[in-house]
């Protein structure tokens, strides 16, 4: 699979010849430096990019063939996204914003499920401003996850926040895979983060320079922080 921006002299490479398969229950890192495409290629397995060329399938779907209404479809019913930016609506309580996205899902959790999940049933009725970094970030899990997806893709969950905290969501993350079988996909420049994984794929100017099984996980608190 290749993405390529521009043309001509203009062209830049994002993706080169990726190429790999992910299985359900999984938790997959994708470890690698600003500007290696991992951001690129997490956009294209949610759907929000196609390649330039080659093939992308999802449970036999053919995402790189589809239109803008099959990828809508396929990004609210199958994959939940996690961002650095937390993205929640100021004027919301945690339960409300996690509302926002049960109410347009085929099977959703309600969202005090979901928010339990990430052990914040204490914290239902709180607006963004009175949670801490880790609890929005969280909630913004829970939101992701309140529509049981099948993918769950984190571009730097815990970019913004401090060791302890980051851990704290990285358990939240690590439960949702274990507890709901969903595939989780984790890119960071962080190579702690590779012993909590499955398999561990580390890219450079946009190909996979070296893929790595772990025979098994370590678990989030004992890893070398």
């Given at each position: 699979?290749?993405?390529?921006?521009?043309?001509?002299t203009?062209?830049?490479?994002?993706?080169?010849?990726?190429d790999?398969?992910?299985?359900a229950?999984?938790?997959?890192?994708?470890?690698g430096?600003?500007?290696s495409?991992?951001?690129?290629?997490l956009?294209?397995?949610?759907?929000?990019?196609?390649?330039?060329?080659?093939?992308l399938?999802?449970?036999?779907r053919?995402l790189?063939?589809?239109?803008?209404?099959?990828?809508?479809?396929f990004?609210?019913?199958?994959?939940?996204?996690?961002?650095?930016a937390?993205n929640?609506?100021?004027?919301?309580?945690?339960?409300?914003?996690?509302?926002?996205i049960?109410?347009?899902?085929?099977?959703?959790?309600?969202?005090?499920?979901?928010?339990?999940m990430?052990?914040?049933?204490?914290?239902?009725?709180?607006?963004?401003?009175?949670?801490?970094?880790?609890e929005?970030?969280r909630?913004?899990i829970a939101r992701?996850?309140?529509?049981?997806p099948?993918v769950?893709?984190?571009?730097?969950?815990t970019?913004?926040?401090?060791?302890?905290?980051?851990?704290?969501?990285?358990?939240?993350?690590?439960r949702?895979?274990?507890?709901?079988?969903?595939?989780a996909?984790?890119i960071?420049?962080?190579?702690i983060?590779?012993?909590?994984?499955?398999?561990?794929?580390?890219l450079?100017?946009?190909?996979?320079?070296?893929?790595?099984?772990?025979?098994?996980?370590?678990?989030?608190r004992?890893?070398?922080?």
């Amino acid at each position: 699979m290749e993405r390529i921006y521009g043309e001509g002299t203009a062209a830049v490479t994002a993706l080169a010849g990726v190429d790999l398969d992910l299985f359900a229950g999984e938790l997959i890192v994708l470890l690698g430096a600003s500007g290696s495409g991992k951001s690129t290629l997490l956009n294209q397995l949610g759907g929000l990019d196609s390649p330039t060329s080659g093939v992308l399938r999802y449970r036999g779907r053919d995402l790189a063939g589809m239109d803008e209404s099959g990828l809508t479809l396929f990004r609210r019913d199958a994959v939940g996204f996690v961002f650095q930016a937390y993205n929640l609506i100021p004027s919301l309580t945690a339960r409300e914003n996690v509302a926002l996205i049960t109410e347009i899902c085929r099977d959703p959790m309600a969202p005090e499920e979901a928010l339990a999940m990430v052990d914040l049933s204490d914290r239902l009725d709180h607006f963004p401003a009175q949670l801490s970094g880790g609890e929005q970030q969280r909630v913004a899990i829970a939101r992701a996850i309140a529509k049981r997806p099948e993918v769950l893709l984190c571009d730097e969950p815990t970019g913004a926040l401090d060791v302890h905290t980051g851990i704290t969501v990285l358990e939240a993350i690590e439960r949702i895979n274990r507890e709901l079988g969903t595939l989780a996909v984790i890119i960071t420049h962080n190579a702690i983060l590779a012993d909590m994984a499955d398999r561990v794929f580390t890219l450079s100017d946009g190909r996979i320079v070296h893929a790595r099984e772990n025979a098994t996980r370590g678990a989030v608190r004992d890893l070398a922080w």
